[in-house]
């Protein structure tokens, strides 16, 4: 029992980052965009978080800029996508190259002067640490839920409401609407363009907060690429969520708990049945499953876990 | 007449032209600098690997002065880029290259090959050719040392170790910090957790995290950024360093001690000898004996007393008299791999792929 608990924990922690990023990459997703630009925009968000936040001594500082930074890579990406109607993937992998290589060039540049300004190997005064509810704490193994940090309790409620907006909202609806038929949107005097652009920024925003979640609470430090190809991963758990906020959720602990077992097993002493190497590429696979798995189920019920109709595809209001 | 002038111009541009290539060939002049070139995998801002290099390159900048330049390349891939990067470099005019990741040794025997007045230094791979060494150092030494001090502070007797791949170099690593750890404390046990990856701050704090949850006291690991150590110290329990001193970079007494790299001590001679004409190839693996490894400063935490046990074990490895794989050893099936008294062999510590006795975890 024990063992679930601790290894709940463990993918608890890792998974906030993860889920903040897919949640924003949903919404984006849902008005039709595709930003594959995830991983530069999340790398992003956790150098400016990390450099506000030593700057600042405020982590709530670095918050506000992570997202405000994750907003601004993703403004360039509508702007490129929605009025210059470039192709989006194009577009979105240049974002996470960009990404990248500017937060490396800019980890070594905008540290302190005692540090020859570089941000690698600097440290936070202090990170966002675990609260624990007194009483739900113990409950067995979902107390798991109630000693993390504070970033994390924001998800609890980010994730209901993200669902709720999106499912029984008239702007919901609205949202959907753009991102499966953008024409009959337009012609029930929707912009298309004002909302891609606002949900290409608002997922920028939620990027740049799950970069944030790494590097003031998770692993509280700036290292160069330590996003790791998260930014990757979420692309998949969107489509392991089939595009539903609600669902994002268990993507994440799937994914995230996978990962989390290879450790716990190999730190028990358990002689693995599953090679290391294998559990490292499984999340990639259970995406290949799921995405047959969804094809298969859409025959059957008429396009119930389908992507977004309209997803990679431009728009203009003159089109015929 | 107008033609005639455009040709007039573009003889005279192409004279200059070979003129300028002439005096490009000529010797160059004795107060002139020996160029130096060096590839790195990563930034030396990365505060572990390539930083340590680095470290070398500036102790050779600091003991030759004006008589060298060096010539830097970061973040070279592991690709064929690296001969690109390497060509660069002698394209520059360096008589002498190094590059510090295994992968490169492949690309640097091509361009050893295609460059024969020019000297190449790999580290840690095995290839050479007559102007192609490899060099590394016997870092065991050192893990040894540390395993000694871990098994000293830890109250459970359960050590963690976070290891990147099953290459020999980490296997190596991890069984010599194990029979370190169990001479002072026979009944320790480490149990190993690979990330399969040098190099990412998340999996190697989850690494961590999950020695952590099954009660080791005490994190170790062959990894690239300092997150186990910081996972280790943040639950209030103890870490061991690696490639840089990381109880200054943590800033926490909790790190016992860290093994690092002393690369300058085999930088400069070689470049010494490159400018002397007395280059010879060879495959160096060098130890305490040649300073090429050493310890972090100790943690005030562990006491004196046991501070001097430690370093009396270095004099004795740095003497020769003894050295860490020396058998009777058992690998953790309790099958015999190294007969009693004798020294093991070189070329069965670069290959091997097996734990010593008390190692928990497995090498596939």
């Given amino acids: ?320 | 007449m107008k033609k005639l002038s455009v040709l007039l111009v573009l003889l005279l541009l192409s004279t200059t032209l070979i003129f300028a290539q002439g005096g490009k060939e000529a010797a160059p002049k004795a107060d002139e600098p020996f160029k130096v070139g060096v590839i790195y995998i990563s930034s030396p801002g990365d505060m572990g690997y390539s930083y340590m290099h680095d470290q070398g390159t500036k102790a050779a900048e600091a003991y030759f002065g004006d008589k060298i330049e060096v010539i830097r390349m970061e973040n070279v891939p592991e690709n064929d880029g690296a001969a690109r990067a390497m060509e660069q470099l002698v394209d520059a005019g360096c008589k002498i290259v190094f590059a510090n990741s295994y992968n490169y040794q492949d690309y640097m025997l091509q361009v050893a090959k295609e460059n024969p007045d020019v000297y190449f230094e790999h580290c840690s791979g095995y290839l050479s050719n007559p102007n192609m060494s490899n060099y590394f150092g016997r870092m065991y030494q050192m893990r040894y040392l540390s395993g000694m001090i871990a098994a000293k502070m830890s109250t459970s007797g359960k050590l963690g170790y976070v290891g990147a791949f099953n290459t020999p170099e980490v296997v190596r690593g991890i069984n010599a910090f194990a029979l370190g750890a169990r001479a002072i404390n026979p009944k320790a046990t480490v149990t190993v957790v690979w990330t399969n990856t040098w190099y990412d701050p998340s999996l190697e704090r989850q690494g961590a995290i999950a020695l952590l949850d099954q009660g080791a006291d005490v994190i170790a690991q062959h990894q690239d950024t300092t997150e186990p150590a910081k996972a280790a110290i943040e639950r209030g329990k103890l870490a061991v360093g690696y490639n840089a001193d990381f109880r200054s970079i943590v800033g926490s007494d909790s790190v016992l001690v860290s093994p690092m790299w002393n690369w300058g001590n085999y930088m400069i001679p070689a470049i010494e000898s490159a400018i002397n004409g007395t280059w010879k190839q060879q495959s160096y693996w060098g130890g305490l004996e040649d300073d090429m490894v050493k310890l972090s400063p100790i943690s005030p935490l562990v006491p004196k007393d046991f501070q001097a046990q430690v370093m009396a074990k270095q004099d004795e490895i740095a003497k020769g008299s003894w050295d860490v794989f020396w058998g009777e050893l058992k690998d953790n099936t309790g099958a015999v791999r190294q007969k009693a008294g004798e020294k093991m062999a070189d070329d069965k510590m670069l290959t091997m792929d097996w734990f010593v006795e008390g190692v928990i975890g497995s090498v596939k």
């Fill in chain 1, 1 to 320: 029992m024990d063992f679930i608990t601790k290894l709940l924990a463990a993918t608890i922690a890792m998974g906030t980052s993860l889920t903040f990023a897919t949640i924003g990459e949903i919404y984006t997703e849902k008005t039709g965009v595709l930003n594959l630009g995830m991983e530069g925009t999340m790398l992003m968000g956790a150098l400016t978080a990390f450099a506000s936040t030593l700057a600042s001594g405020s982590l709530y500082v670095g918050l506000v800029v992570a997202m405000l930074t994750g907003g601004m890579l993703s403004l360039i990406h509508a702007f490129l996508c929605v009025t210059m109607r470039a192709n989006q993937v194009v577009s979105g992998l240049a974002i996470t190259m960009f990404g990248t290589g500017l937060a490396n060039f800019l980890g070594q540049r905008l540290g302190p002067v005692s540090n020859n300004y570089n941000l690698v190997g600097m440290n936070l005064p202090k990170k966002f640490d675990n609260i624990a509810i007194p009483l739900l704490k113990d409950i067995p193994v979902l107390g798991a839920f109630f000693d993390v940090s504070i970033l994390t309790y924001l998800l609890y409620l980010i994730i209901p409401f993200a669902w709720f907006f999106m499912y029984k909202t008239k702007h919901g609806l609205a949202i959907r609407a753009v991102g499966e038929s953008p024409k009959t949107a337009a012609a029930m005097g929707l912009s298309v363009s004002r909302l891609r652009y606002l949900y290409t920024i608002i997922g920028g925003m939620f990027a740049g907060l799950g970069g944030a979640c790494l590097s003031l609470s998770f692993t509280p430090s700036w290292n160069d690429g330590m996003t790791g190809g998260k930014g990757w991963i979420v692309i998949a758990l969107v489509i392991f969520a089939t595009w539903n906020p609600g669902k994002a959720v268990i993507g994440t602990l799937v994914f995230g708990g996978i990962t989390s077992l290879q450790f716990s097993l190999q730190a028990a002493g358990i002689k693995m049945v599953i090679p290391t190497q294998f559990l490292a590429f499984a999340p990639y696979l259970i995406t290949f499953f799921t995405l047959s798995v969804m094809t298969i189920l859409n025959q059957n019920r008429k396009g119930a876990f389908a992507s977004p109709s309209a997803l990679g595809s431009s728009f203009a209001i003159d089109d015929k």
